[in-house]
């Protein structure tokens, strides 16, 4: 067992998620002290022990300052924040209600801003940080889905409202890491391509049979990558999205 993050201190949001909870207990593993945060505390103990389990509003900004301001309290510091909560949209731009667009950007963009913001304090006053977002090869190549041959497709992949958001993430990413370079803050993002999830359950078997690699990604592929950017001895990468989609996309 690899102790390298031996003594620091992790926030993970959407740590109920498939994904969130892969990256908290890989983050465990290797030493850190790890409070795992989602909508419903309980939701979080269900799928991950041995974390500090919290309940939050990713949407609200007194919410996010709140949970920050106590992680910094309780254990002195916040030295990685992963911005794993977020939600997936189906279905086509033509028919995508206004409430849909503005509940998936509110999540999955607004909230890892706000995350970001309430995080970059503590971080800068200690002179180390390591955030990671998590994206979507969906924000690069505009969807999986093919609706000029199989229409049926779009019903079953990331709209655009999903896209937009996670576009939205990766260049957050990038406008961040270089703010926050001087001050020993590295702002990276992983960019996952279909992953089995609860949220992946209908990805289109003709869709599935695109990806070179012959399989969908794992939670724990995604929580390899999300290690290897929060470990000290990677100060010197920022401003990177890397691409975990088995030779999906690549740029």
């Not at 022990?49 to 609200?60: F, K, N, Q, R, Y």
């Amino acid at each position: 067992m690899s102790h390298e993050l031996e003594g620091k201190v992790a926030l993970v949001t959407g740590g109920a998620g498939a994904i969130g909870a892969a990256v908290a207990a890989a983050l465990t593993r290797a030493g850190a002290i790890v409070v795992s945060a989602d909508k419903a505390r309980a939701a979080v103990d269900a799928v991950q022990a041995g974390v500090h389990a919290e309940e939050l509003d990713i949407t609200s900004r007194d919410d996010v300052v709140r949970l920050v301001t106590h992680v910094v309290a309780r254990h002195g510091a916040l030295d990685i924040l992963v911005n794993a909560a977020g939600v997936v949209s189906f279905g086509s731009a033509g028919t995508l209600a206004e409430s849909e667009w503005d509940r998936v950007l509110d999540i999955n963009l607004k909230g890892v801003f706000l995350a970001c913001q309430a995080a970059m304090a503590p971080m800068k006053a200690s002179g180390f940080g390591r955030i990671v977002n998590i994206g979507s090869v969906v924000g690069k190549n505009a969807g999986n889905a093919r609706p000029w041959r199989d229409a049926g497709e779009q019903a079953k992949a990331g709209n655009v409202a999903y896209g937009v958001s996670k576009a939205g993430v990766h260049m957050l990413t990038l406008f961040l890491a270089k703010e926050l370079a001087a001050h020993g803050v590295t702002v990276n993002a992983v960019a996952p391509g279909p992953i089995e999830t609860s949220m992946t359950t209908g990805f289109p078997d003709a869709l599935r049979e695109l990806i070179p690699a012959g399989r969908m990604g794992t939670p724990e592929d995604v929580a390899r990558a999300v290690l290897f950017l929060c470990a000290p001895e990677n100060g010197f990468v920022t401003g990177e999205i890397l691409d975990i989609n088995g030779g999906m996309y690549c740029d």
